[in-house]
């Protein structure tokens, strides 16, 4: 008897948090990146020695190219810049999953050759914000990547580290984009 009582007070706080839970509408964002297809000129800044107390910061110029793969549900981003410290070739390939309606960044530069642990995230009012794991010198640490533009013509990237679980964030990565207008098209 004690044990049925338990059962139907449990069964009672189910459907009072099922009903009092507000209705969401489902968000289809598959073309959330649709607005990154083209052509950038890009302005990277580098912290050169993240998490360690460095305020040594490189700059970088040069060019992103971004494609558009399965109707939107997918694009390649090819970054390729030049500065004082160096060259840097970067891919990312970013994949929607219209289960999570979640987004997945997986990186990769022509450095290391291999994919970087995915980052997973979503945009919400304009802004897009993912999350992942990595590793800074054999240390687990969080990164935290978004995106704003302040226009169809500027946008603005920045990725964190955090090695406190996210209680503190250091950015270390600024990348500016500014569009290339096609030669061909009138403004």
């Known amino acids: 008897m004690n044990a049925n009582k338990y059962l139907q007070a449990a069964l009672l706080s189910c459907a009072l948090i099922v009903t009092v839970q507000p209705f969401q509408q489902t968000r289809n964002g598959q073309h959330d990146f649709d607005f990154e297809i083209g052509t950038w000129r890009t302005h990277l800044r580098r912290l050169l020695r993240p998490l360690t107390g460095s305020t040594t910061w490189v700059e970088y110029e040069g060019t992103t190219v971004v494609r558009k793969i399965w109707n939107g549900r997918a694009n390649l981003v090819e970054l390729e810049v030049d500065g004082p ?10 994949l929607y999953n219209p289960e999570s309606r ?7 530069n022509s450095a290391s050759g291999t994919l970087s642990e995915p980052m997973f995230g979503e945009f919400r009012d304009g802004r897009g914000e993912f999350f992942g794991q990595d590793t800074l010198n054999g240390r687990a640490i969080f990164v935290r990547f978004t995106i704003a ?5 500027s946008c603005r990237f920045e990725q964190a580290f955090s090695n406190d679980a996210g209680k503190t964030w250091e950015v270390n990565w600024i990348a500016v984009d500014t569009r290339i207008k096609d030669q061909g098209k009138s403004n």
Not at 149 to 153: D, E, I, P
């Open 85 to 94: 410290a160096g060259h840097i070739e970067g891919l990312s390939l970013r």
């Open 102 to 108: 979640q987004w997945s960044l997986n990186y990769s």
């Open 149 to 153: 533009c302040a226009n169809q013509n």
